[in-house]
């Protein structure tokens, strides 16, 4: 999801994201008689706890899923494709810290996840709770910033396109899930994750602050730029909890629909 630096970060203060959330997390009804996913479509694999690879594996499997969700996976309700992946609105409200906003993002984009390499995945055979490690080379974010604040110390006011550029992502996600079961099978009730994540790089630009000032506006733009790793450290819990809300919602209804077995046979029944 994303990684947006200005949007992000930390805390307490959230309010948020409910419009996306709301958008994405619903919850689908099961009509048994046309059940998309009655038989284990061809392209995930399945693994075994009791199988000696069982890492790599998993990881394998991730991987096959993220690859097919790039293009959309058919049958597959309320989830489009990741790349690119359309968000309509994105809310951030943060009051205190290094970073102090009111913002929104609409009509954002976000491309890049079409080279998304999952590095290793990890379930639990005691918990069923997953850790991911993905890797993603470059990811561009872009859409309408309406934003009142400050990050660091510069004051950030306006209203017009921006974009923001991160790469060299490395992400860990850990996942926490219950099992359940429905229609014969088991599933995962995705119940939470935590993001972590480290880039190597930032490249950002905000057009229109200052309701079009433009000195302030480039000179600010090119603050941002020069002084991105200690903007994007000031950013990171925002934006990981962003990153978070997007993929818990997607994740649940991914795995709503398709069923845990189909990737670990031997979870067990209750
Ligand atoms: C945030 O901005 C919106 C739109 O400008 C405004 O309606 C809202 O009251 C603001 N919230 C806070 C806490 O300042
Ligand atoms: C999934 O977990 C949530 C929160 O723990 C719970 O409210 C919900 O009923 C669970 N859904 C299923 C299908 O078990």
């Known amino acids: ?133 993905i890797r993603l080379p470059k990811m561009r974010l872009e859409g309408n910033y309406h934003m009142q604040g400050r990050i660091l110390v510069i004051p950030l006011n306006g209203h017009g396109k921006c974009w923001f550029e991160p790469s060299g992502m490395d992400i860990i996600m850990r996942t926490t899930t219950d099992l359940y079961q429905k229609n014969g099978h088991v599933f995962y009730n995705v119940t939470a994750t935590k993001v972590d994540y480290t880039i190597s790089g930032l490249r950002l630009h905000m057009g229109n602050l200052f309701e079009g000032v433009k000195v302030l506006e480039d000179s600010t733009n090119q603050y941002l730029n020069d002084n991105w790793r200690p903007v994007s450290e000031a950013l990171k819990p925002i934006i990981a909890k962003t990153i978070e809300d997007i993929l818990l919602a997607i994740m649940q209804n991914i795995f709503n629909q398709i069923p845990a077995d189909y990737f670990v046979a031997d979870l067990p029944r209750a």
Request: proline letters at 5%; aromatic letters at 8%; hydrophobic letters at 40%.
């Open 1 to 133: 999801m994303s990684a947006t630096s200005w949007n992000v970060w930390s805390a307490s203060t959230w309010m948020l994201l409910s419009c996306l959330a709301s958008v994405a997390i619903v919850v689908i009804p099961t009509a048994s008689a046309s059940m998309p996913f009655d038989t284990k479509p061809e392209f995930i694999k399945t693994c075994r706890f009791d199988q000696p690879n069982f890492v790599d594996c998993s990881t394998e499997s991730v991987q096959g899923l993220f690859d097919k969700l790039v293009t959309g996976i058919e049958g597959l309700e309320h989830v489009g494709t990741i790349d690119p992946m359309k968000i309509s609105k994105i809310r951030i409200l943060q009051g205190d810290g290094p970073v102090s906003v009111n913002a929104s993002l609409s009509k954002v984009v976000v491309t890049g996840f079409a080279s998304t390499k999952v590095v290793r995945n990890v379930v639990s055979n005691k918990d069923f709770s997953w850790e991911t490690h």
